[in-house]
Structure formats: C-alpha cells, structure tokens
C-alpha cells in the first residue's frame, strides 16, 4: 500500500513538473514572439510592449501567475532530483549515466540551475528596471521607450554572450523537457509522433531565435 502511495505521489510530481513547464512554454512563445518583432519594426515592438507593460490583466494576474509558474516549476526540479538520487539502489561511484540516459536528460538540474540564473538577470535587466520606472521614480509615459532600451541592454559582449550561453542551455533544457513532459503525462497515441517532432523544433528554433535577436541588437547599436 505504501509502494503504491508512494508511486502515485511520484507519478504526480512529474505530472505537475511536466504540466508547469508547457505552461510556461505558451509564456516563452509570446515572450519570443513579441520580441523577435525588435527586428523587423522598432514601432511594432514598442506598441506590443506598451500594451503589455500597462495592461492591469497582463500587469496584475497574468504576471504573478507566471512568477508562481516559474517558482513551482524548478521547486519541482529540485524535489524530483532530490527523488531520483535517494531512489538508485547503487551508489554514485557505480552509477554508470552515461550508460542509462542522455547527457540532456543527467544535465537537467545543470541547464536548469543555468537558466534559472539567467531568469534572474532576466529579471534585473528588464521586470525590476519596468517596475523602478512606474512605480518607484513614477516617470511620464513613454511608448516608444522600449526598443531603446531593449537595444541598450545587449551592448555589452559580455552580457550578450552570457544571454546566447543561458539560450543554448534553455534549448537543451527544452529538448529533453518536452519528450520527458510527454512522457509523464502519458502521451502515446497516433499524435505522439508528430507532437514530439514539434517540441523538438520549438526546443531549436525558439532559443536560437533568441539568441539571433541578441546578437541583432549587439551588432547594430543605435
């Protein structure tokens, strides 16, 4: 009874940990694709930000719900490493991963730590610097502020090669991510297939996107 209460909480730790993380994917698709508009149109990207930055649905629910999203999601990560460690019946210095699973798959806690960090300087450079401008120094509004000041923070080659390290390792996060997801949720059917075939070209083409609108920025400073 208790093995078997004990492989239903783990089941559903990982249920949780894969339904979290392809919520937070529907955030990082708009987030990439408002983004990716800075180079086709300064004036778009600006409409798109200005509408985001002082929408109270986007400012006062949608914003928390990401923030919690995202505390949860690597909370999970933690306890589901935690987990699997305490559960092998052999010690590290046997444990042979290489044999076992993919360098992505033993790396997940890395990338993960990685990306994290990267969420932190996200954060910084962009979340806290909107909220100083509003709602600490209370500055007159600006729409057309936010191409300026999105070109700006990809000046520095150290900042934009730390941006293009974090998006390398969230493509590889996001490349076991989904075929871990799927798995957990129990995804087999005739869709599976061709559904994993997307999440693995989401897990290039969104990073790399990112990535390209770094160094986009980089290379042509205004």
């Known amino acids: ?50 509408f985001m930055g002082y929408n109270p649905l986007v400012q006062f629910i949608m914003q928390p719900i990401l923030v919690a999203g995202v505390i949860f999601h690597f909370i999970m990560g933690f306890v589901l490493e935690l987990k699997n460690r305490s559960a092998r019946p052999i010690g590290y210095a046997k444990y042979n991963g290489a044999a076992n699973a993919s360098w992505a798959s033993r790396n997940m806690i890395v990338s993960g730590l990685v990306v994290l960090a990267f969420l932190v300087l996200h954060f910084y450079d962009f979340w806290l610097a909107e909220m100083m401008y509003k ?10 502020r936010y191409f300026h000041e999105l070109n700006h923070k990809f000046e520095s080659p150290v900042r934009t090669g730390l941006y293009c390290v974090a998006f390398l ?7 076991h991510g989904f075929n871990s997801s799927f798995q ?3 995804f087999d059917n005739k869709y599976a297939k061709a559904l994993h075939k997307l999440g693995y070209t989401f897990a290039i083409v969104v990073p790399f996107g990112f990535i390209f609108i770094a160094l986009f920025h980089h290379f042509n400073q205004i």
């Open 184 to 186: 957990s949720v129990g």
């Open 135 to 144: 709602y600490v120094n209370v500055n007159a509004i600006e729409e057309t």
């Open 1 to 50: 009874m208790a093995k078997s209460t004990l492989l239903k909480s783990s089941i559903a730790r990982k249920v949780a940990m894969a339904l979290s993380g392809l919520f937070l994917i529907m955030f990082l698709s708009l987030h990439f694709f408002i983004n990716m508009t800075s180079v086709f149109s300064a004036d778009t990207f600006n409409a798109m930000s200005h």
């Open 169 to 175: 390792l969230l493509a590889v996060h996001l490349w």
